[in-house]
C-alpha cells in the first residue's frame, strides 16, 4: 500500500516562492511511489510562529491526526520550523501517531530500516540541530 504523504512547504517571506519546493517534493513522492494526499503551503509566514499563526502546518497536523496521511514530506527540517520547543513538539506528536518523516535536504526518510533505526535512538536530531532548528 502506498504512503499517503502530505507535503508541507513554507517560505518566511512573499518575495521568496514555494515553488522549487514543491517540485521537488513531488518528484520524490512520485519515485517513491508515494501518493500525494494533500500540499499544505505557507507563505510569507516565520518559522518561528507557532502552529496557529501557519494555517497550512495546522491544517497538516489536523490531517495527521485524523489519519488522512501516513507520512509527512518536507524540503528542510527549517521549513517546520525555527523554534526547537515547537520542532520537538511537532516530532513527538507524528511519532505518537505513527506517522512518517521524509526531510530532504537533511536525507531523513522514516520509511527506511536506517531511518526507523534513528528515529528510535534519536541520532537523527544532530542533523536537525545542524540545520539550524
Known amino acids: 500500500m502506498a504512503k499517503r ?3 508541507y512547504i513554507r517560505v518566511s517571506t512573499d518575495g521568496q516562492t514555494t515553488a522549487n519546493q ?11 511511489g508515494w501518493e500525494v494526499v494533500g500540499i499544505y503551503e505557507d ?11 501557519r494555517p497550512g502546518f495546522d491544517r497538516l497536523l489536523r490531517d495527521a491526526t485524523a489519519r488522512k496521511i501516513d507520512m509527512v514530506a518536507a524540503w528542510s527540517v527549517d521549513r517546520l520550523g525555527r523554534s526547537l520547543q515547537h520542532l520537538v513538539g511537532f516530532l513527538n506528536e507524528l511519532q505518537a501517531l505513527g506517522c512518517d518523516l521524509y526531510l530532504h535536504q537533511q536525507a531523513i526518510d522514516t520509511t527506511t530500516p ?5 528515529r ?7 542533523p536537525m540541530r ?3 532548528a
Open 5 to 7: 504523504v502530505g507535503i
Open 114 to 118: 536506517l531511518g526507523r533505526g534513528n
Open 22 to 32: 514543491r517540485r521537488e517534493l513531488e518528484a520524490v513522492a512520485t519515485r517513491s
Open 120 to 126: 528510535k535512538d534519536g541520532s537523527w536530531s544532530a
Open 130 to 132: 545542524s540545520a539550524g
Open 43 to 53: 507563505a510569507g509566514i516565520s518559522g518561528t510562529k507557532g502552529r496557529d499563526k
